[in-house]
């Protein structure tokens, strides 16, 4: 296994233990360690050509919005989501080099992900309003688009015939898990607090990150 990947595993065990233990400290360098970690594991096993540098891209804004979130979740929230924002547009660049060709399973699964998201975001924007933070309505819509079209992307690797049938599960199980962490986090954070939902949304979200550059490395390198 390559030493980055166990850093990036290790150190994501460390940051959900750290917010576990409340120990501050700890995930000031576990938490954006695993996004460094993985950066170096995706730079020294496939590089950064072609598509691959818009996932290294997404990595570093990645880290950049980890960075935001950790030092503080209401006062750079909406930086942090825009830097969020920018990793996704970044992923989905890269998943649409070059562009797929046309088909109907395309469909399917963008009807798939917009009616599984469709509720469960309508429901947080009403809570936006019902708690007095309607300004945030429009980014959170934009963020919701974006990072939809990005688990679709991921999705649409599973029927690509240029694409290794394990590296297209990873990629779209990591896409997955990405999209589910941060509906955690919005849940939590705007509609209703969950027990130990920091901890879901960071393990699901770092687990989710590990598998995608995982599937992108197997494709690529």
Do not use: C
Not at 13 to 29: G, H, M, N, P, R
Not at 132 to 158: E, F, N
Not at 183 to 211: C, D, E, S, T
């Amino acid at each position: 296994m390559n030493i980055f990947l166990l850093f990036a595993i290790l150190f994501a065990a460390l940051e959900s233990l750290a917010l576990w233990k409340y120990w501050l400290k700890l995930e000031y360098i576990a938490k954006p360690g695993v996004m460094v970690a993985l950066f170096l594991w995706l730079f020294t096993s496939a590089g950064l050509n072609g598509a691959l540098l818009w996932f290294g891209l997404g990595l570093i804004f990645s880290l950049a919005g980890d960075v935001l979130l950790m030092l503080s979740l209401d006062r750079f929230f909406l930086f942090g989501l825009v830097a969020f924002l920018l990793a996704h547009l970044a992923y989905v660049i890269g998943f649409n080099i070059p562009l797929p060709e046309f088909s109907l399973w395309g469909i399917v699964f963008a009807v798939m992900v917009s009616l599984g998201g469709a509720r469960i975001i309508r429901r947080i924007l009403d809570a936006l309003a019902s708690k007095g933070q309607a300004r945030m309505r429009m980014p959170i819509i934009v963020y919701s688009t974006v990072i939809s079209i990005m688990l679709l992307s991921a999705m649409i690797k599973l029927m690509d015939i240029t694409w290794d049938a394990n590296a297209a599960l990873l990629v779209s199980g990591g896409a997955f898990l990405f999209y589910i962490s941060d509906i955690i986090l919005a849940w939590n954070k705007f509609v209703a607090p969950i027990q130990h939902g920091r901890i879901y949304n960071i393990a699901a979200y770092h687990l989710g990150q590990i598998m995608l550059i995982a599937g992108v490395i197997a494709q690529f390198e």
